[in-house]
């Protein structure tokens, strides 16, 4: 054996394969990318960017429309608040006030703190941030508050004069009356544009589920007339008659005497009368034209003083037959308290060329028992 035959045999060579040629770069060094690929790369990003741009501008159109949305259900809740605050703590307090038979004086004060509330009201109603969709509805809401504010505080400004026992306080009643013409103005106002036009506006912008608030401040159309106004006010000021009247006097004799009178069903006498103390109390006045001549217009009142508060109670007659007698029913609402003795006075009042006028009024002692 040769000695080179105890060597260990060689390790194979592993070959690897080559490496594949860089192409070679342009001058300076820089490296141009595929053109298919960067055009791809850039519809990408430009795709992506329209993706994020449309998302925010749609994403900024609903928050646009809920805040729009949000303006008009916050409106309406506004404009409601404002009218049942007229309403409840204006109108409420101003009619009871007047109609309520309660001393000058406090007449006087409670008229002047309602005409605070109703001026605070209409400065609101201004004060409004109304959406461009509710503008024309922000408009007539003004004029409405406006109608009210003005109304109050004319009738307050009259009521001293309206009240006195002067000769001038028939006008001033027939002033007040006038009055009334500007709160049934704003009623019709509010109810045929404000509150449709916020109906139309929430409807437009499919808005559901909103209560669309109504409102009445003139109580009944009663008030429009100058003898109920001062047979409430001042039943003494002869509001119903005179000034109202125009024209020649007819030729004979004029006027009307109280004959009877029934309180719930109990004959009235001269003495003492003793009357159930329950309400609404019916009076049955029965009374006699005494005239030659037909009346028209003719008013009669009933008035209760005595107790903590005068209560009063009017009837308007179209027109009374000469030579007839008949029976007209009164209401007072409220009573005195049980045990109260008060003054009963019926009254019929004078129609123009009536002389005669000692009969016209009957006077009881009344006794509310339970």
């Not at 409601?80 to 204006?90: F, G, L, M, P, Y």
């Not at 006087?108 to 005409?115: M, N, P």
Request: proline residues 7%; positive net charge.
């Amino acid at each position: 054996m040769s000695f080179f035959d105890d060597e260990p045999d060689e390790p194979t060579r592993v070959t690897r394969p080559a490496r594949p040629r860089r192409s070679a770069a342009p001058a300076g060094g820089l490296h141009r990318p595929d053109p298919e690929i960067a055009r791809r790369r850039q519809f990408v990003l430009f795709g992506g960017l329209a993706v994020v741009a449309i998302i925010l501008i749609f994403t900024a159109k609903s928050c646009s429309n809920t805040r729009h949305k949000n303006a008009l259900k916050d409106y309406n809740r506004n404009v409601a608040s404002i009218v049942e605050d007229s309403d409840q703590r204006v109108s409420k307090p101003l009619f009871d006030v007047l109609g309520g038979g309660q001393q000058n004086q406090d007449v006087r004060v409670a008229v002047s703190q309602v005409r605070l509330l109703a001026e605070e009201d209409a400065k609101r109603a201004r004060s409004l941030s109304a959406p461009d969709d509710v503008a024309a509805a922000q408009h007539d809401l003004e004029l409405t508050m406006n109608l009210r504010a003005a109304g109050v505080t004319k009738i307050g400004d009259l009521l001293p004069r309206a009240l006195s026992n002067q000769p001038s306080a028939a006008e001033s009643i027939r002033r007040i009356a006038g009055q009334m013409q500007s709160f049934l103005a704003s009623d019709v106002v509010y109810s045929q544009r404000v509150a449709p036009l916020i109906q139309q506006a929430l409807s437009d912008n499919d808005i559901g589920g909103q209560t669309i608030a109504t409102s009445r401040f003139l109580p009944n159309i009663g008030w429009l007339d100058p003898a109920q106004v001062g047979a409430r006010i001042n039943p003494d000021a002869g509001a119903g008659t005179s000034a109202s009247s125009s024209g020649d006097v007819a030729p004979g004799t004029h006027g009307h005497g109280v004959l009877s009178v029934k309180a719930g069903g109990v004959a009235l006498v001269p003495g003492v009368n003793r009357v159930p103390a329950t309400a609404p109390l019916p009076l049955e006045v029965t009374y006699a034209n005494q005239g030659q001549n037909d009346e028209s217009n003719v008013t009669i009142t009933a008035k209760v003083t005595g107790g903590p508060k005068t209560i009063t109670a009017t009837k308007r007659l179209n027109q009374t037959k000469a030579g007839t007698t008949a029976t007209a029913t009164l209401n007072l609402q409220s009573v005195p308290p049980k045990g109260q003795s008060t003054m009963l006075t019926v009254t019929i009042k004078p129609v123009r060329g009536e002389k005669k006028t000692d009969n016209n009024t009957q006077t009881y002692t009344v006794l509310f028992t339970p």
